[in-house]
């Protein structure tokens, strides 16, 4: 079936690192992703992954895909107030096809 | 250019009425999703247009929800006789599917409240 899990609620202090996690249970899915949902604002997607890859990098965003334990994680390095948003992970089964989303992780970033 | 458009931003309606939500696609965008956000929830699919394709109807939750269409522009999605467990923010996104462009651009959504 279908399943996307995260933890709800993370708190990190300015300058440190955050690191947000995700679990899928279907191993069919190739592509996962990122969002990012800000009060007022529309759902903006951060970054993805396909799944023949263990790593993306981009800018001060790192993903880590393990596929064995079906685990993603997103860690934003240098977090910063403007950080402060609720992140979704999403996976779909091929280039764009529906998204399955996890319920979101609010970050809360203090100065 | 313009992004994905949905209105009305906010409707309150009474249960039992039915309701109709717009979106306005980005120009040239052949791919179109609507999706439900219910209140502190993650965003559950509810069907999704492709080109001259049959609509992917599998994450509609019941027989009173139903959306159309009209070639690769405007969608609208209606929901009919509303219960309060419709009270949600719809939200549509589009995309091109072309090589290399997959990605979803979501509009601002529709706030629906059943009263």
């Known amino acids: 079936g279908e399943d996307v899990e995260q933890s709800l609620f993370l708190s990190v202090r300015e300058g440190d690192s955050s690191v947000i996690n995700c679990t899928y249970t279907d191993s069919s899915s190739t592509y996962l992703y990122w969002y990012k949902q800000e009060p007022g604002a529309g759902l903006q997607l951060l970054t993805y992954?396909?799944?023949?890859?263990d790593m993306k990098q981009d800018q001060r965003l790192t993903v880590l895909l393990n596929k064995k334990d079906k685990h993603l994680s997103l860690r934003i390095a240098d977090t910063q107030t403007g950080d402060s948003a609720i992140y979704f992970c999403a996976e779909s089964y091929n280039q764009g096809g529906k998204l399955i989303f996890g319920q979101g992780t609010e970050l809360s970033v203090k100065p | 250019g313009a992004g994905v458009s949905q209105s009305p931003s906010n409707k309150v309606t009474e249960k039992g009425k039915d309701v109709e939500l717009r979106c306005d696609p980005i120009?040239?965008?052949?791919?179109l999703y609507w999706y439900r956000q219910r209140l502190g929830q993650g965003l559950e699919f509810l069907i999704y247009?492709?080109?001259?394709?049959?609509?992917?109807k599998s994450g509609l939750p019941s027989d009173r929800f139903s959306a159309e269409r009209t070639g690769e522009s405007v969608s609208t999605l209606t929901i009919q006789r509303t219960q309060q467990e419709d009270s949600a923010v719809y939200l549509c996104a589009s995309s091109l599917l072309l090589a290399g462009n997959y990605e979803q651009y979501f509009g601002p959504g529709t706030r629906l409240t059943v009263t």
């Open positions: 247009f492709q080109g001259n394709s049959a609509p992917d």
């Open positions: 120009s040239g965008h052949t791919a």
């Open positions: 992954i396909f799944s023949n890859m």
